[in-house]
């Protein structure tokens, strides 16, 4: 498992020393080059294709990521509960880890986000997930990363960086081709969407003329 180096060392050796505009010109490069990779990858392999299948047969979906990845993990929850039914984010609010390990089902899936630096929960909670019987999604950067020899399923993406973090261009990429393909193979998922946009004008959640 390669360490590409903590945010305040790579922001001492990469980012600290450099001019705006050099570092600027820097990651915008990188960024063009990682999209183009990213680009490349998606449409050469299947791992999304096999997630969605995967998440689209599941009975119940539950989403997890720590730090960082939390967000990631919401984003996805987010656009898959627009056209599926039971989709969970574990929060650590509603929802606890401890709740859905202590009532795991037949059919039900963990979807996992664990990027670098790997955090210990998301690994443990997602370890104890499969030996309790649950099948694992897992969206990762590397692929000897905790949990790859454990799931079901995985999506592996690069996330390089000329920053002192980690690049998302890549990931979120990952999570709108899963979340496309996997809506787009959903039974019902039309009829949820226009019942919810429905719902959405009598709620009035949004400014008119968006």
Do not use: C
């Not at 020393?17 to 299947?46: G, I, P, T």
């Not at 990027?115 to 909670?125: D, G, I, K, P």
């Amino acid at each position: 498992m390669t360490s590409r180096g903590t945010p305040a060392e790579r922001f001492g050796s990469n980012v600290r020393r450099r001019s705006a505009q050099v570092l600027k010109q820097r990651v915008l490069e990188q960024q063009r080059a990682e999209f183009d990779q990213a680009l490349r990858w998606a449409a050469e392999h299947e791992s999304i294709e096999r997630a969605a299948a995967s998440i689209v047969s599941a009975r119940r979906r539950y989403l997890i990521g720590y730090g960082k990845s939390l967000s990631y993990a919401s984003l996805l929850a987010s656009d898959l509960s627009a056209g599926l039914s039971a989709v969970h984010l574990v929060d650590g609010v509603p929802l606890r880890a401890l709740d859905v390990l202590s009532d795991i089902r037949r059919g039900d899936l963990l979807v996992a986000v664990s990027l670098e630096r790997y955090r210990r929960e998301t690994v443990e909670v997602a370890s104890a997930y499969v030996r309790h019987g649950g099948d694992l999604v897992l969206i990762t950067d590397a692929e000897d990363a905790p949990l790859a020899g454990i799931a079901t399923a995985r999506i592996v993406v690069g996330a390089g960086s000329a920053s002192y973090v980690n690049s998302p261009t890549a990931i979120v990429l990952a999570l709108h081709l899963l979340a496309t393909l996997t809506i787009a193979s959903a039974k019902g998922a039309g009829r949820r969407l226009r019942e919810r946009d429905a719902l959405a004008a009598q709620l009035r959640l949004y400014v008119e003329g968006t």
